[in-house]
């Protein structure tokens, strides 16, 4: 889950994240969106209370894929219109789905429009995906250096558990980039 949760902290678009038909995750443009304060949490919240079709649509929230309208329900009964791109996403082997929400969509967004939101979504992932493999890059650096130190230190070095410690943490961050690169892989539908 942290892996989701920093690929949606990380996004500039408003995201909620549901399981189950309730919402795990709202980033904080999302919590903004929603009219949510710091004291108020959007988690455990039906997705259903938070998002209307629009036009109404008796299909279900949850089942809903690609993009379509929407009117947000405010938490302070405000109803905002919005287009709204769902996908589908494995997060630690459980299914989730990402709803990503553009606040600017009119009542009568167009297809077209919709699609510049669905491409703008794709090109935010894109982004991200960037910033993980310049990440990369100098953790392997990082990593390999301190393992070619430690190879030629004693274990009982005093500064070993040190370096030990910071190989541990790259080897971390390492898996959590990876991570978040399978992760928006599967949001774009991508392998």
């Known amino acids: 889950m ?8 990380a996004c500039p678009l408003s995201v909620l994240i549901e399981e189950k038909g309730n919402v795990v995750l709202a980033n904080q443009p999302a919590q903004e969106l929603f009219g949510a304060t710091e004291s108020e949490d959007l988690t455990g919240v039906p997705v259903t209370e938070l998002l209307t079709a629009y036009p109404p649509d ?3 929230i949850s089942d809903r894929s690609g993009v379509w309208s929407a009117k947000v329900q405010a938490l302070d009964a405000r109803q905002v219109p919005v287009s709204v791109t769902s996908r589908e996403v494995s997060v630690g082997g459980k299914p ?9 969509a009119s009542e009568g967004s167009t297809d077209s429009t919709k699609q510049q939101f669905a491409a703008r979504i794709d090109e935010t992932l894109n982004h991200i995906r960037k910033a993980g493999h310049d990440l990369n890059q100098p953790l392997t650096i990082i990593s390999g250096k301190l393992q070619l130190v430690m190879l030629d230190m004693n274990e009982s070095d005093p500064i070993f558990p040190t370096l030990k410690t910071i190989n541990d943490a790259v080897f971390r961050l390492s898996d959590l980039v ?3 690169s399978v992760l928006i892989k599967s949001l774009q539908g991508v392998g």
């Open 2 to 9: 942290n892996e989701i949760a920093m690929l949606a902290n």
């Open 58 to 60: 008796p299909a279900s």
């Open 96 to 104: 989730m789905k990402a709803h990503f929400l553009d606040s600017r």
């Open 178 to 180: 990876r991570n978040i």
